[in-house]
């Protein structure tokens, strides 16, 4: 005589519904529960970029080879298929950063995902020093690994609003409309992430001194050429045209940063007088 399996009723511990099964249908979470482990969350971790669907591998794949068409395809709905950039881009900076010290590559590149210089500000006296300062200043924010990326996408999305401003894309709902402004940093922010691909992948290249400008050079200019690609899929323009908007929003990026960054030490030095 067979036994028939007894499903017994089950209460969610994350929001308390009884039901039976492996999953609670009402929030999702599985039915069984372990104790935490650092094993099982770095599985857990490692299994959420590279398991199941292969969402990340596919998310790389399609970033090298259909950039703007995956943009797009994300920025249209597709968000289950594709990982967020703000997501994929702290991911990849995790593993640059572990390939770098396995590596024991140069550690200029390391103390890039931390380290900005902020010392010496004012000369003596509280005086500004001179715009060459501001602009050394401004090129340390740039090449910042961490933080540096995501203040550069955040001043970026004005410049690419304005000047992509008639081009639009065709929406589900069959209007067209152009790129706000979370759309253009999402965009930016995927070009990032290409860009911590690639600098991954030439790391090595670091231990041979003969090969080190080489993969200097590629890893500091792989961007550029992807965010035209990118913006020329996506948008579906010109070459021509993708280049010249996406030099000149580059450009004004740079000298918007600038500006911030005087008036930020205006401010400060104004606030420092005022307290005195």
């Not at 009884?18 to 104790?35: D, I, M, W």
């Not at 401004?138 to 910042?144: A, T």
Request: charge should be positive.
């Amino acid at each position: 005589m067979e036994r028939k399996a007894v499903s017994k009723n089950t209460v969610c511990l994350n929001c308390g519904n009884t039901f039976k099964g492996e999953f609670c249908p009402h929030c999702g979470q599985k039915a069984s529960t372990k104790r935490l482990k650092i094993t099982e969350t770095a599985a857990d971790f490692v299994n959420s970029f590279v398991g199941g669907d292969n969402k990340f591998m596919r998310t790389c794949i399609d970033l090298f080879t259909r950039p703007g068409y995956m943009v797009h395809d994300y920025l249209l709905g597709k968000r289950v298929r594709y990982y967020n950039p703000l997501q994929l881009f702290l991911f990849l900076l995790t593993v640059f950063a572990i390939f770098s010290f396995v590596l024991g590559v140069n550690s200029d590149i390391l103390n890039s995902l931390s380290d900005t210089n902020w010392d010496n500000l004012y000369e003596e006296g509280g005086k500004y020093v001179s715009i060459q300062f501001v602009i050394d200043y401004v090129r340390k924010i740039f090449s910042n690994e961490l933080y540096g990326t995501f203040c550069i996408s955040l001043t970026a999305v004005f410049p690419y609003r304005l000047l992509f401003f008639k081009q639009t894309l065709l929406r589900p709902d069959g209007t067209r409309h152009p790129l706000n402004l979370t759309e253009h940093f999402y965009t930016l922010m995927y070009s990032a992430c290409i860009d911590k691909i690639v600098g991954t992948a030439v790391l090595p290249l670091y231990l041979i001194p003969e090969a080190e400008p080489v993969a200097r050079m590629i890893y500091e200019f792989i961007s550029m050429p992807y965010t035209v690609i990118m913006y020329k899929q996506l948008l579906g323009i010109g070459w021509s045209k993708s280049v010249l908007i996406n030099l000149v929003a580059i450009s004004l990026t740079y000298l918007l940063t600038i500006l911030l960054f005087i008036i930020l030490i205006a401010a400060a030095m104004i606030m420092e007088k005022a307290m005195k």
